[in-house]
């Protein structure tokens, strides 16, 4: 079993920018690939950001691209979102996840991750 922390939401005016970062332990290795997805209120869980156990391989929902970036650190088992450019379609609650495997390409779907963390709230204010 993976157990995933999330940290650093909160309150940021548009514009404004957030670090969120999630701790891995447990059966942790960095053979996982690792992202996040985010939830509003009357919607569905989707896809944000994912990077690949090696590091070097990334995937981000269109409507981040070029505002956000996810970076992870293999030997603190962490896995971080830089926030940028925040607007206020970007307040949900956001989720840490995992999948374990060596994976050739970065699922984008909920039914491929295995672990979930409890979530964070951002709210970002117009």
């Known amino acids: 079993q993976v157990r995933l922390v999330e940290s650093g939401g909160g309150l940021v005016q548009a514009g404004g920018s957030l670090r969120l970062s999630c701790a891995a332990s447990?059966?942790?290795?960095?053979?996982?690939?690792m992202g996040w997805f985010r939830q509003a209120p009357g919607k569905e869980r989707e896809f944000v950001a994912a990077i690949r156990w090696s590091g070097g391989m990334t995937n981000y929902a269109d409507s981040v691209k070029g505002r956000f970036a996810i970076s992870r650190d293999n030997a603190k088992n962490t896995v971080c979102l830089q926030m940028n450019s925040l607007k206020p379609e970007d307040t949900a609650v956001y989720y840490c996840?995992?999948?374990?495997?060596?994976?050739?390409?970065?699922?984008?779907?909920?039914?491929?991750?295995?672990?979930w963390g409890q979530g964070t709230q951002v709210t970002v204010s117009s």
């Open positions: 996840t995992a999948v374990a495997g060596f994976l050739l390409t970065i699922p984008r779907s909920l039914p491929e991750y295995d672990y």
């Open positions: 447990g059966r942790t290795g960095s053979t996982y690939t």
